[in-house]
């Protein structure tokens, strides 16, 4: 069974409506995270968390919300989803310990906004 | 301002002979550095990392070098084999204070021929 799962794997939504994607691991690690990946831009932090009652914006915050519903879970809205947030949305985890800089991916959501 | 660049989109090498994937970054407070393999539908994974404290790390067929004062970086895979071929991202992060977020460059899609 993989690590880090997210739910959908793809979704196709309209401009304006509210859409969640969801992730959950069962590796044990405090530290969740949220990157977009466009294409030919690499990944983009959007949000991160480093336990359940810390939640921190990365470099593209604006347009999303999280929540982190417990240590296992961590979701990531779009309030009012427009086409420009069409790409892949990837969770990942890492530890807080000693190798807290290598941090283990999930399968990614391919999100179209039409 | 990408504080992490992959300046080659893309390379192509023959089965058995050497990939050598470069990076460089613009951040000198940048003190750790990663290699992530991404295939297809797939989410990034861990490749191999180094420490500024090192100059080289070592992992079977992978071999990560750091030139500090260059600020450069780059992965050495020999032999190269067909399994290889997939994006491989550079990730940079600082360990000080109380960022340790992974920048990443935008990846360099390595084909590997039979």
């Known amino acids: 069974d993989a690590d880090v799962t997210q739910t959908p794997r793809n979704r196709i939504t309209k401009t304006g409506k509210r859409i969640m994607l969801e992730c959950s691991q069962t590796?044990?690690?405090?530290?969740m995270y949220w990157y977009r990946q466009d294409p030919g831009l690499g990944l983009q932090l959007i949000y991160y968390?480093?336990?359940?009652?810390?939640?921190n914006k990365g470099e593209i915050s604006d347009g999303y919300s999280v929540s982190r519903q417990a240590q296992a879970k961590f979701s990531l809205s779009l309030e009012s989803a427009i086409p420009n947030q069409t790409a892949l949305y990837f969770c990942?985890?890492?530890?807080?310990?000693?190798?807290?800089?290598?941090?283990?991916f999930g399968p990614g959501t391919r999100l179209t906004v039409l | 301002d990408q504080q992490v660049k992959q300046n080659s989109p893309s390379l192509s090498v023959q089965e058995g002979r050497i990939s050598i994937l470069n990076c460089d970054y613009t951040n000198s407070m940048f003190d750790y550095f990663l290699w992530y393999k991404k295939y297809p539908a797939e989410g990034p994974t861990f490749l191999i990392s180094i420490s500024s404290i090192k100059d080289k790390n070592e992992d079977g067929r992978f071999t990560v070098f750091l030139n500090k004062s260059a600020k450069h970086l780059s992965l050495h895979i020999v032999p190269s084999q067909p399994g290889d071929s997939a994006v491989y991202f550079c990730?940079?992060?600082?360990?000080?204070?109380?960022?340790?977020?992974?920048?990443f460059g935008k990846g360099t899609l390595l084909t590997v021929n039979p």
């Open positions: 990942a985890t890492s530890t807080n310990g000693g190798n807290y800089n290598e941090q283990f």
């Open positions: 590796k044990g690690h405090d530290r």
């Open positions: 990730a940079a992060s600082e360990s000080g204070g109380s960022n340790y977020k992974l920048t």
């Open positions: 968390s480093f336990d359940v009652k810390d939640i």
